[in-house]
């Protein structure tokens, strides 16, 4: 029986690895998939991991049926046995309600791998109906970490270095391993490198806490850089300075 399996985690938690990793799982056994993505950070068509991990996909966008597409590539007589759908959170939910006939009147496997919530911490809609329609919702297990050290349950958004929890949902950027410096492959410069007036947007996983506190790494630098004190316990928050 084919299925519609969601997985989710927060970013940097390895959910486009494991896209290409099952991919490669099931084409070794003689299966046929299809890959999928939309809005991937290394650009159009492209499935990318920060491993540095990378392969061609077909491109998302509003006016995508996957009803559609199947049935154009099985009546070419290509095979079509399972989907992989990265970035699966930017999916409206009429495509994910497409997904769900895929599986149920084609038993074709649909393979799903997203965000669940926003820099705002709400859901975003297409992981919402994921979770209202998926036979199998899974936690990636590959925990990604706050600054401090805990784990990361929150994703935050970062323009010119400053926390935002306002304005658009949808804003492509990248997590950057330390402040002000991003992970090879970003394509947004720095404002010192650019000529452009656009901030630059980025973002960073964070505890709770910290999410709740809007204290990113940039922000816990700047404050040990002034040998200021953070505003609760820093040895209960396990902060890399702390010695």
Known sequence: MAELIFFSGTMDCGKSTLALQMDYNH???????????????????????????QTDAVEVNDTTDFWDEVVRRRTTGLKVDYLICDEAQFYSPAQVEQLARVVDEMDVDVFAFGITSDFRTRLFPGSQRFVELADKIQVLQVEALCWCGRRATHNARTVDGIMVVEGEQVVVGDVAREAGQAEPGQAEATPEQSDSPQPVVGYETLCRRHYMRRVTAHGANLMASRDQLLPFDVDACLWHGAG
């Open 27 to 53: 084409r070794a056994r003689g299966r046929g998939g299809v890959r999928f993505s939309r809005n991937d950070r290394a650009g159009v068509s492209v499935i990318s991991s920060r491993l540095g991990l």
